[in-house]
């Protein structure tokens, strides 16, 4: 304890180098790091924000944006999680190891100004069911969700090759879902806003679902023509 006190007492708060050393010899084992907080009053989110310092050089970018919630250093936590780990791992089909990071942001989503347009994507692309619901009411609920989460893909950045990637892969996914929910409650009617709600979705040019599209407007072209009044 006195040891500690003489290394550590005289940095108002603990200095950023202090608090390293302590992280280091810890090792998991935070006792060092409860009296410093406890009895020298040093802000647990000094050690956070440290640890993810630390994390950052190891290139574990999971920890990372933990810790930096941790230091309530939400807006950073945000940002590294979508430059580090989001497309990275829709891309390699690693959506799951996603979730952990996700929930933590979602629970201080207030502080993250481009929540909405940043990892709240994947928070509700993440939450959209592998099964469909039995219900009418559930389906329609779905269908709302599905058409949502497809135009907010929109938004997200679309220039590096992991990006585009990791974007087309969710919206083939999601245009996937919206189609079989439409079979569901609708058979083959309602055409048109089914292919009106598809085209907003981003998803690979040569994919099979263009297929679908392509069918859809010419059965909506025959059925107004079929329909029309010379």
């Known amino acids: 304890g006195s040891g500690i006190i003489a290394e550590y007492g005289h940095l108002p708060g603990g200095g950023t180098t202090a608090v ?20 020298l009053r040093v802000a647990r ?4 924000g440290a640890r993810a310092l630390a994390a950052r050089f190891r290139e574990d970018w999971e920890v990372v944006v933990l810790e930096l919630c941790d230091a309530q250093q939400y807006i950073q936590a945000h940002s590294t999680f ?6 990275q791992k829709i891309v390699s089909r690693e959506e799951g ?11 201080h989503k207030h502080y993250i100004p481009q929540w909405d ?7 509700g692309y993440l939450g959209l069911p592998s099964q ?3 219900s009418e009411e559930e389906l329609e609920t779905l269908r709302a969700c599905v058409s949502e989460v497809g135009a907010m893909l929109n938004h997200l950045p679309y ?8 974007v087309d892969m969710m919206g083939l996914r999601t245009a996937t879902l919206l189609v079989h929910v439409w079979k569901a409650l609708f058979q083959e009617s309602e055409n048109r806003e089914l292919l009106l709600t598809m085209k907003t979705f981003p ?10 599209i392509s069918k859809l407007s010419s059965e909506i072209i025959a059925g107004e023509e079929g329909t029309a009044v010379y």
């Open 20 to 39: 390293s050393h302590v992280i280091q010899r810890s090792q998991g084992d935070r006792g060092e790091e409860e009296f410093c907080v406890g009895r």
């Open 45 to 48: 989110e000094v050690f956070s």
């Open 82 to 87: 979508l430059d580090k780990l989001a497309t």
């Open 97 to 107: 190891a996603l979730t952990c990071c996700l929930e933590r942001l979602h629970t």
């Open 117 to 123: 347009t940043g990892a709240g994507v994947y928070h």
């Open 132 to 134: 469909l619901p039995s």
């Open 159 to 166: 220039t590096k090759l992991t990006e585009i990637c990791a």
């Open 203 to 212: 998803m690979p040019s040569d994919y099979w679902l263009h297929d679908v």
